[in-house]
């Protein structure tokens, strides 16, 4: 395989997962799943969440993608590496930069930043399953449309 296909399908597969993280956060999260992300909209003691359950489960996804790349179809191992680049990214914005999770306190700069926080507060601002807005991790629509988007859902 060439670096040039190796690339673009590290690339490819980070796009896409944050598609596939939208649609998971929206319809599962919010969803079936709201037993383990409910955790992430109330106020938890400690370090972890049982919301932290979808990024173990999603590691044992890419870690199954690792291993039968590594032995059967090669591509697979570099869609797991863009999974984990994802994974890398939404630890360190999501909860490092917007929830500071960190032992530390870390400023948000720049306008993408910025709009990328508020984004989450505004996901935020509801704490149930229904009337979210903003189910994007390192994407997020305009701070504006959102405010009216939530306020439409609020009178519904």
């Known amino acids: 395989m060439s670096i040039l296909s190796a690339v673009a399908i590290v690339l490819g597969s980070v ?3 944050e598609v596939l993280a939208w649609a998971i956060h929206k319809y599962v ?3 079936p799943g709201w037993g383990w ?3 992430h909209h109330r106020e938890t003691d400690g370090p972890f969440e049982k919301n ?3 990024a173990v489960w999603f590691s044992v996804i890419a870690a199954g993608l690792f291993i039968a790349g590594s032995l059967w179809w090669q591509p697979l191992w570099f869609v797991a590496l863009g999974l984990t680049i994802y994974g890398l990214l ?3 914005v999501h909860d490092g930069l917007v929830h500071q999770r960190w032992p530390f306190f870390v400023h ?3 306008r993408y930043m910025k709009r990328l926080v508020q984004a989450h507060r505004l996901h935020h601002a509801v704490n149930t399953r229904e009337g979210a807005v903003s189910f994007g991790f390192l994407w997020a629509d305009d701070v504006r ?3 009216a988007q939530l306020k439409a859902n609020a009178s519904k």
């Open 29 to 31: 999260m919010h969803g």
């Open 145 to 147: 449309k959102l405010k």
């Open 15 to 17: 796009v896409m997962m």
């Open 108 to 110: 948000t700069r720049g």
């Open 90 to 92: 939404y630890a360190f």
């Open 52 to 54: 932290d359950l979808y």
């Open 37 to 39: 992300h409910e955790s």
